[in-house]
């Protein structure tokens, strides 16, 4: 993504930790087919217009529509990517009433039309493992219950995700919150097959046991109920969009299931907390089906 040639004046934070910014992108991002105005967030926020789009575009580096625009084209195009929903279908998940209006939005961000721009990037999607035998016998599909959590956002690519854990880690600290029996909870919305390094979206996040807080980043998630797909990933983060092609690549093409499209996104759900030292990272990374 070219910076002179879009609406974006800087690249987002690693953290945010403005909770005023924390719950605006929590709203823009709260349903992704669902129509919203400016005067709708701004509303949700208590703030006017105007100072929500001065204090949201000086910390992000964009206005919120082109926060909204963005994010969305990208979940569109992983659509496109990683099913074979018909493409009337993507653009309405992603807010799009024509499917025309869609085209042009998608073309204006890629270059390319949703049709042409499916051909090529399924052509990417290349077999991660030896056989359709050894991806099975490492995924598991269970039905999951709906968990309230305690999320964070940063910003940046996968390699720097550990160091997103250090520093929520050293935030809950600031905040009293030192319990080691915490659940933690990563949820990664964004593929770098598609989304720029320093946009990748990325929560830290806790399973809730009930906390009170207030006037914080924090802000509540709720993990859905509903089928999931797993598979345990142990050791370095290094390797982790290995296991993640093995799941959503080998296992998803022999399966015959299709992930949700407006899903939340894929979890990682932790062992051990990984703000801790002296422990491998053992999680098992967790994404919604259909």
Not at 130 to 136: D, K, R
Not at 174 to 202: E, F, M, Q
Request: proline content about 7%.
């Amino acid at each position: 993504m070219n910076l002179e040639n879009s609406e974006h004046t800087r690249f987002p934070p690693v953290m945010v930790d403005d909770p005023r910014i924390a719950r605006a992108i929590r709203f823009l991002e709260r349903t992704p087919a669902y129509s919203m105005q400016l005067t709708d967030v701004a509303n949700h926020m208590d703030l006017s217009p105007f100072h929500l789009q001065r204090i949201f575009k000086s910390t992000m580096g964009e206005t919120p529509a082109a926060y909204l625009r963005r994010t969305r084209l990208d979940r569109a195009a992983m659509n496109l990517q990683m099913s074979s929903e018909p493409i009337t279908a993507i653009a309405l998940n992603a807010g799009y009433q024509s499917h025309e209006a869609f085209i042009r939005a998608f073309h204006l961000q890629f270059g390319t039309t949703p049709s042409d721009y499916r051909s090529a990037a399924q052509l990417q999607l290349l077999p991660a493992s030896p056989g359709p035998s050894a991806v099975t016998a490492d995924v598991a599909i269970d039905d999951l219950d709906a968990r309230n959590l305690l999320a964070l956002r940063f910003y940046g690519p996968h390699t720097e995700f550990i160091g997103h854990w250090r520093m929520f880690g050293a935030y809950l600290s600031k905040l009293g919150i030192v319990d080691k029996n915490l659940t933690a909870v990563s949820i990664v919305y964004d593929t770098p097959l598609i989304t720029p390094a320093l946009y990748l979206r990325h929560d830290c996040a806790i399973i809730d046991p009930g906390l009170q807080l207030s006037d914080t980043a924090l802000q509540p998630l709720l993990f859905r109920a509903g089928r999931y797909v797993s598979i345990r990933h142990r050791g370095s983060y290094d390797d982790v969009l290995k296991t993640y092609a093995t799941v959503s690549i080998d296992w998803l093409k022999s399966s015959g299931e299709m992930f949700l499209p407006d899903g939340n996104g894929g979890y990682e759900i932790y062992r051990r907390p990984p703000w801790q030292d002296g422990h491998e990272l053992d999680f098992d990374i967790v994404l919604p089906l259909v």
